[in-house]
């Protein structure tokens, strides 16, 4: 039993957190990615990180894709 409360208080809480964190900030669903990082921990970090990373790159392309070229 202690051996569950271990891990759910030092494994699964903080990767929880964390990836919420990652989430909100890059406007994502901070519930959802919060449960995505408890039942999955650690590997949901950096699930979210590739999807910031993914994301970013979008963003940049459609906004140099926007832009008149000034030459």
């Not at 590997?43 to 459609?62: E, G, H, N, P």
């Amino acid at each position: 039993m202690i051996d569950y409360l271990f891990a759910l208080l030092f494994l699964c809480f903080p990767s929880a957190l964390i990836t919420a964190y990652i989430a909100h900030m890059n406007n994502r669903s901070l519930w959802r990615w919060l449960l995505f990082g408890f039942c999955v921990p650690f590997v949901a970090i950096f699930v979210a990180m590739i999807v910031t990373y993914y994301d970013q790159k979008r963003a940049a392309a459609d906004k140099s894709d926007s832009e008149p070229d000034r030459r």
